[in-house]
């Protein structure tokens, strides 16, 4: 099967600073593809690229392989996701997650049937009427999960989503999205700096470092290479027992 997304020699640069160098990879529908990578090491730029809110100076990225370097970033069917939530703040929950199929003017009844059921999955159906300052930070970041779901889009790019939460409720936001990216098949880049949550989130692993990505074939890979710290954090837990 092609690969629904491809990445072809992506490169940037400002000014003196080269900030992705040649990146290729693929991936393929349904998978999630975890990039763990220290802060500035370019991970939130390939996201603005790859959601067409920054232009890359040299290379191509493909969805279905068609370029989509022209294509406006509303045009692409890629939802990127914030650290923040960024909820409408006029809207009700109801409202903010239904806000795509409005646009696409879908019946009212499409829009109802659909937005219940998305919110009866997310565990957010009590909180429909309730407004975004209502809600927990766990909350915030389902209803904007939600929001994005419901047009179904190609790709989710998640950039660093559970950075602002607790731990208890980071871990149920896991937790949540592991379920959801199965059940609704989704296909998406989850970037992170925490070791853990890349294991966790992602089907396929790589490491980002000074613009340079470096995919896995498989988590033996991954544990081994030194540099992403998975060894050593396995042999602290070791020496505990």
């Known amino acids: ?16 600073e080269v900030v992705l160098q040649d990146l290729d990879f693929t991936l393929q529908a349904q ?13 939130t730029t390939l996201l603005k690229c790859l959601a067409g809110l920054q232009a890359p100076d040299a290379g191509d990225i493909l969805l279905s392989g068609k370029s989509i370097l022209k ?32 646009l696409r003017r879908e019946t009212e009844a499409s829009v109802q049937e659909q937005t219940r059921l998305l919110l009866e999955n997310l565990d957010l159906a009590t909180q429909a009427e309730k407004m975004p300052h209502q809600l927990s930070g766990g909350q915030k970041q389902r209803a904007a999960f939600g929001r994005a779901l419901i047009i179904n889009p190609r790709i989710l790019l998640l950039d660093e989503p559970f950075g602002n939460l607790d731990v208890e409720t980071r871990a149920s936001m896991q937790q949540l999205f592991r379920r959801v990216a199965a059940e609704y098949q989704i296909t998406a880049v989850f970037v992170t700096h925490d070791l853990k949550e890349a294991v966790l989130m992602g089907t396929r692993l790589a490491y980002m470092e000074n613009g340079r990505l470096d995919l896995f074939d498989n988590l033996d890979d991954f544990v081994a290479d030194p540099r992403t710290g998975m060894k050593q954090e396995i042999d602290f837990w070791k020496k505990l027992r």
Do not use: D, W
């Open 1 to 16: 099967m092609p690969p629904l997304l491809t990445v072809e020699k992506l490169t940037l640069g400002f000014g003196n």
């Open 31 to 43: 998978e999630t593809l975890a990039i763990l990578g220290r802060s500035g090491c370019g991970k």
């Open 71 to 102: 294509q406006k970033p509303q045009e692409r069917g890629i939802v990127y996701l914030y650290q923040e939530a960024l909820l409408f703040p006029h809207l009700n929950v109801f409202e903010n997650v239904a806000f795509g199929l409005r």
